[in-house]
């Protein structure tokens, strides 16, 4: 199980990237949250098997047909023990 902390950046607000986050997450078995930034970019905190986050992380990549994802950023931090996958905000 690891715990990543993920910031996309692009054109990732108001275009659904919240809700299908949690579509992918739900599917993939990842736990966490997501929530848009003042910044314009989209937070999302994440816990997985690592086959698992490797999928989902491939995902955020891309995003919704409407996103333009420019970048993805990513760091390893300590599990939290999340339980499902939450939008915030």
Known sequence: M???TI???GSVQGVGFRWSARTW???LGVAGFVR??????VLIEAEAEEAAMDQF????RYG???AEV?????RKGP???FTGFQIEG
């Not at 848009?36 to 970019?41: I, L, M, R």
């Not at 420019?70 to 990513?74: A, F, T």
């Open 36 to 41: 848009n930034e003042d910044d314009g970019s």
């Open 64 to 66: 919704p047909s409407g």
């Open 2 to 4: 690891i715990h990543l």
């Open 7 to 9: 910031v996309v950046e």
């Open 25 to 27: 997450a739900n599917k």
């Open 70 to 74: 420019e970048r993805v950023n990513s």
């Open 79 to 81: 599990l939290k023990g």
């Open 57 to 60: 992380l491939a995902w955020c």
